[in-house]
């Protein structure tokens, strides 16, 4: 992998979530890294099942929290809220939505390379 850097304020791709946020791909090396931003209102169920085909998120997300709330929800019934400076896991099997008015933003270094699209 090269020396490399990159920066969302030009980022390599961006996917509108339906006028509920977007998610800004940046790609190094053989990695992809996502930037989201989901409105209040934006659930992954309503928003992007439709994109993906599936019952529910099939990706594993690994990231960090900058602002707002999510709640998560695993298939098998564990829920999880996230908020600002929460470091997460997430397996495949997962709904999740934005908590309270405050749009969610955050980097996950694993599970944007084909989500929403």
């Not at 998610?23 to 996502?34: P, R, S």
């Not at 019952?55 to 298939?75: F, M, N, P």
């Not at 939505?97 to 599970?111: I, R, S």
Request: with cysteine; proline share 8%.
């Amino acid at each position: 992998m090269p020396l490399e850097k990159k920066n969302f304020a030009s980022p390599d791709e961006v996917r509108p979530m339906a006028g509920k946020g977007q998610i800004e791909i940046v790609k190094l090396g053989d990695g992809v890294v996502g930037k989201a931003t989901f409105e209040p209102g934006w659930r992954w169920s309503t928003h992007v099942k439709p994109i993906a085909g599936t019952e529910s998120c099939q990706a594993t997300h690994l990231g960090y929290v900058i602002s707002g709330h999510q709640k998560v929800a695993l298939d098998n019934g564990s829920e999880l809220e996230l908020g600002p400076g929460d470091v997460f896991a997430i397996p495949p099997g997962h709904d999740g939505w934005v908590v309270g008015d405050e749009p969610l933003v955050m980097v996950d270094f694993a599970g944007m390379e084909h989500f929403a699209k």
